[in-house]
């Protein structure tokens, strides 16, 4: 709601100086005309179209004002509520960042947005049938070939960061709720260990999406102690460089959260 509210309220602005190059504005005007479309939904559609194109090719980069509503709707010959449907799709693709009072702007891409862009699909993929299992399943695969690659790869800082994570997470084995944000930070180092950009974007996704479950889980002492204790075996292994004790040790970890799933949930 806070972002339709934005998007209706972000144009109509002064343009700020110097945003607004004589280069872009020419271009403009040379593409200056009447969109084919005469149905609101598919010229919102081909104007987003436009624009997405326009900042792939680089003709507006980060940091680029969208030109003002009264501009667009001059230059397309397009409606104001056109205007507004592309830009929210626009915002919602990540492509631009809207607030009120301000010109849309187009946003560094990153990898933890292009995620973000496709969480209302995956919600809707996990309330069918299988769907939390089927993409349990995939954490397990990637996680199984991280710890892998932390047996044989892990540098010493990796190291020293897993130990620290560890012993956060014995600390707060009594605070549940302070366990699982150790719990979180503890797996998310071997995220790290790649030095791969889109790996620890992958694992935000993956507790943010898994998050409506695992948010209503009882959160008992025991339980944290046997998932510390997994923890444990899995640090060791990488500690001794132990690649198929390291998989091993996560696979039996990760069939015990899921065990522990299923009795709260039944099947997902």
Not at 15 to 27: F, I, W
């Amino acid at each position: 709601m806070q972002l339709a509210i934005c998007v209706q309220t972000c144009f109509g602005m002064t343009k700020r100086p110097g945003t607004h190059s004589n280069t872009r504005r020419l271009s403009m005007k040379k593409s200056r005309e009447t969109l084919s479309s005469t149905a609101a939904g598919r010229a919102a559609d081909d104007l987003f179209r436009r624009f997405a194109g326009m900042i792939n090719n680089g003709t507006l980069k980060v940091g680029d004002p969208l030109p003002p509503e009264r501009e667009i709707v001059e230059t397309y010959g397009v409606s104001r509520t056109v205007v507004r449907e592309a830009v929210l799709a626009l915002a919602n693709k990540g492509l631009v960042a809207a607030r009120p009072r301000f010109r849309p702007v187009v946003r560094m891409p990153s990898y933890d947005t292009a995620f973000e862009t496709v969480n209302d699909v995956v919600a809707q993929l996990l309330i069918q049938p299988g769907g939390v299992r089927n993409l349990f399943d995939t954490r397990i695969m990637v996680e199984a070939a991280l710890v892998r690659q932390a047996a044989l790869e892990a540098r010493k800082d990796d190291i020293a960061a897993m130990k620290a994570a560890l012993a956060a997470n014995k600390a707060a084995i009594k605070d549940s709720i302070k366990f699982y944000e150790t719990d979180v930070a503890f797996h998310a180092v071997f995220y790290a260990v790649p030095r791969n950009p889109v790996l620890p974007a992958v694992q935000k996704a993956y507790m943010a999406w898994l998050a409506p479950q695992w948010s209503r889980m009882p959160r008992l002492p025991d339980r944290n102690r046997t998932n510390y204790q997994s923890h444990k075996t899995i640090y060791e292994a990488v500690l001794e460089r132990d690649p198929d004790a390291a998989e091993a040790a996560l696979r039996t970890h990760m069939a015990n959260a899921w065990a522990q799933v299923r009795q709260t949930f039944g099947d997902l």
